[in-house]
């Protein structure tokens, strides 16, 4: 693995590069590895091991960057763990490091919903081989089912069965390792795993190594067949090249690539294909800043943006025994397996009015007051420090009236959302998508909130997403999206017509909300079986 490298390591350069290594890049560097093709995997965070991952307020806050988009402010570290953007009424949260948002989500692995795969704007070709694109990824990434009800879910369940209307509880299944189900006899052997300890802090990264992040599977596999990763290397944008004329036997193999990925305005590296899974933002940062330098794009590049109808409440002073505090060392091995928090998601309920609610486990690293000071709805203004400040105290005392759980909605926004740059900053900039459900949700919260006591604090933006979708959307021709089905990107020579060996392959793709945790709607959309 190498860091910082800008050299192609041989004149000849490469025969795929591969940007990002989420699960979109990981899968297709892995299933490119191992066909033998020349591989380079660029990833613009660093590699995080579980003891690196922050496991108290100010290691995490010195984790993340922060960058408000309305005032032009951006503070925080070079090589985040999380990337925060506001802008607006709108606030998104993005993860970065070998493994993208796979290191710090909580694994929740749900199939796609029909709703869903029955849009107008769903790509039928990804409908061939749904079954066994599944299967694919639930072998790599060795999903398991959670092996029992933990408190919050138990407490969930009871209250979502007799309040929220006709709702149905999803069968949960993570890519966390229990350590109770036997890894699949057909499956590569996984990078050496801990086992789930039920800690709950499985959104600020796994302590115990038990997460089945793609950095211990696809991308394992993929340096195993040969591919190179470089890391903390932030690729600017990609352009054709101009030696990429193939009618010289003078010029070098290396000058005969098809496309140059540049680094900065200086260093690059080249390579035939270019597959771009930088995320949802990072990929259409990238396309911009190339659509800048003459590169022929869609004019849909940005659009079709959705946040997956994600909103987020906490729910503090509650008196139900949630236990969805995160535990740290010392204090987990008193509480018996069972009662601990679990995973940080561990139940899902899904209504017919369209949303999903998921209840989530507060980690013990995360501030309590960065929740409380996005919020407005349920405490008066300017309050929630100090309420804040008496809840942190409580946890510490053990009392139960400490107890709160993060309330995270999922549905189906209208993908109507906006990502453009701005010409005097050349940083991006977004407008979220119209959301019909949003009262809906917000009034299922407190239904929820009245049932378990305590205090509602909704957060203050119409979009609080960590599902980001969209922006270079898949699609029959240039008219409506910005690639293919197959992910390869329109140029304008024709409305069907692509640029040889340019592709996108990440969230970027899907042109609507999916409405549940969006992570093997990627899978099966591009990376498992392409």
């Known amino acids: 693995m190498e860091k910082n490298g800008f050299s192609d390591g041989d004149d000849s350069g490469y025969d795929a590069v591969v940007v990002g290594s989420g ?6 560097a892995c299933r490119m590895s191992m066909a033998g093709i020349k591989v380079c995997l660029i990833e613009k965070g660093r590699r995080w091991e579980a003891q690196d991952f922050p496991t108290d307020s100010f290691k995490i806050m010195s984790a993340v960057r922060f960058e408000n988009k309305s005032l032009g402010v951006s503070f925080g570290p070079k090589d985040p763990l999380f990337q925060m953007y506001e802008q607006d009424d709108s606030v998104a949260m993005v993860a970065c490091g070998l493994g993208g948002g796979s290191l710090v989500n909580a694994g929740v692995m749900l199939p796609t919903p029909v709703r869903a795969r029955r849009n107008p704007k769903w790509p039928k070709e990804w409908e061939k081989d749904w079954e066994i694109c599944e299967a694919s990824a639930s072998t790599m990434l060795r999903i398991q089912s959670v092996p029992t009800k933990f408190p919050n879910a138990r407490i969930m369940g ?6 929220m209307e006709e709702t149905c509880q999803s069968s949960m299944k993570l890519s966390v390792n229990f350590d109770l189900e036997e890894s699949p006899s057909n499956s590569m052997k996984p990078q050496q795993m801990g086992s789930c300890l039920a800690c709950g802090n499985c959104m600020s990264g796994c302590p115990y190594n038990a997460k089945n992040s793609t950095d211990k599977n696809y991308l394992v596999s993929a340096i195993q067949a040969g591919c190179t990763v470089k890391t903390e290397c932030h690729v600017r944008y990609v352009v054709r090249n101009p030696y990429d004329i193939g009618k010289e036997e ?4 290396k000058r005969r690539r098809r496309w ?3 680094f900065n305005e200086t260093d690059y590296i080249t390579s035939d294909f270019v597959i771009i899974s930088a995320g949802v933002f990072g990929t259409a940062d990238i396309l911009f800043q190339s659509q800048m330098r003459g590169l022929k794009l869609s004019g849909r590049l940005g659009s079709g943006f959705s946040c997956n109808g994600n909103n987020v409440a906490y729910l503090a002073g509650s008196s139900a025994p949630m236990s969805a505090y995160g535990l740290d060392r010392k204090h987990l091995l008193k509480i018996p397996f069972q009662e601990r928090p679990g995973p940080s998601i561990s139940s899902s309920f899904t209504s017919s009015l369209g949303f999903t609610i998921q209840s989530a486990v507060l980690p013990t690293a995360y501030p309590y007051l960065l929740f409380k000071g996005i919020v407005t709805y349920g405490w008066p203004t300017g309050h929630w420090f100090l309420h804040g400040i008496i809840d942190k105290l409580k946890h510490k005392l053990g009392l139960k009236s400490s107890q709160a759980v993060i309330l995270n909605a999922m549905g189906y926004d209208e993908s109507d959302g906006k990502i453009t740059i701005d010409k005097y900053t050349n940083k991006l900039c977004f407008s979220p998508p119209h959301d019909p459900l949003l009262q809906r949700k917000i009034e299922a919260f407190q239904k929820l909130s009245k049932k378990l006591g305590g205090i509602l604090f909704m957060s203050k ?26 992910g390869q990107v329109f140029d304008l020579k024709s409305p069907t017509s692509v640029h040889p060996g340019l592709y996108v392959c990440d969230a970027s793709l899907i ?11 990627i899978h099966y959309s591009r990376g498992a079986c392409k």
């Open 511 to 521: 042109p609507c909300s999916v409405g549940i945790n969006p992570c093997l709607t």
């Open 461 to 486: 933006y119409r979009s609080t997403s960590v599902h980001l979708l969209g922006g270079c959307n898949a699609s029959s021709d240039s008219s409506y999206g910005v690639c293919n089905p197959s």
């Open 250 to 253: 003078r010029i070098s193999r």
């Open 23 to 28: 699960y979109g890049g990981s899968v297709t």
């Open 158 to 163: 009871e209250i979502a069965e007799e309040d």
């Open 260 to 262: 140059l990925v540049f």
